[in-house]
């Protein structure tokens, strides 16, 4: 069945460091790939999406290529803030008849310290 | 603008116990909502989702039940609780199919089963 698998967490960085959280993934088909971050306290919301292979996702300062080839979707942010401390969700879309659904990875937590 | 409530944020029960969560969405007609849970190192699992009032879908068999009394009131119940309901439960909603894209969650439920 269609699978998504992180890197295993925590990932503690320093602030302004590069970061990288790698996310692959096995799928039937062309499936639409997401990532989801849950900051403390709260519920996860969407930071960003790819429909197709080759595109890029980006939103507030990350992120993610779909790549077909690796089947892969690995998260990237070039100065990370200790803002940015939260949990990350790789997710991808799969089709079931007239409603969808999406696989989640296990979450990886990302502590920042300033 | 569109919101998402969850209670209780935080329940202990014995097992054998009765469960009742309850999630609203405020702001839209008509919405898909779903029931996810994720259980201590592992990724979010889909439980139920509804497409309209009445209308239940059980990914996985369980201890669990779904009911969707009203269109934007989507309830998660279960008779007796075991331990191994224990989890982090948490509603979402989207306009349309799960796997088209964004999902909106609400804070989530953690459930401590004894």
């Known amino acids: 069945g269609n699978s998504v698998t992180q890197m295993e967490g925590p990932v503690t960085l320093s602030e302004e460091a590069f970061l990288t959280i790698n996310c692959t993934y096995t799928a039937t088909g062309y499936p639409s790939l997401f990532w989801y971050v849950q900051y403390p306290g709260e519920g996860l919301q969407l930071l960003l999406k790819?429909?197709?292979?080759?595109d890029k996702g980006s939103n507030k300062g990350f992120e993610a290529t779909y790549r077909k080839e690796t089947t892969s979707f690995h998260l990237e942010k070039g100065s990370v803030q200790v803002s940015d401390s939260a949990v990350y969700f790789c997710?991808?879309?799969?089709?079931?008849?007239?409603?969808?659904?999406?696989?989640f990875g296990k979450g990886t937590k990302l502590s920042v310290k300033p | 603008s569109q919101t998402i409530h969850q209670w209780p944020a935080t329940l202990v029960q014995p097992v054998g116990s009765p469960l009742s969560l309850e999630c609203t969405v405020e702001?839209?007609?008509?919405?898909?909502l779903y029931w996810y849970r994720q259980a201590a190192g592992r990724g979010l699992q889909l439980l139920f989702y509804?497409?309209?009032?009445?209308?239940i879908s059980s990914e996985v068999p369980q201890n669990l039940s779904a009911s969707r009394p009203q269109d934007r009131q989507f309830i998660l119940s279960s008779k007796k609780l075991l331990l191994s309901d224990s989890g982090f439960y948490l509603c979402?909603?989207?306009?349309?199919?799960?796997?088209?894209?964004?999902?909106?969650f609400g804070e989530g439920s953690r459930l401590t089963v004894l």
């Open positions: 509804s497409v309209g009032i009445g209308q």
């Open positions: 790819a429909t197709k292979a080759d």
């Open positions: 979402a909603w989207s306009t349309g199919p799960a796997d088209t894209g964004e999902l909106f």
């Open positions: 997710a991808l879309s799969e089709s079931r008849g007239s409603q969808g659904n999406l696989i």
């Open positions: 702001g839209t007609s008509n919405p898909n």
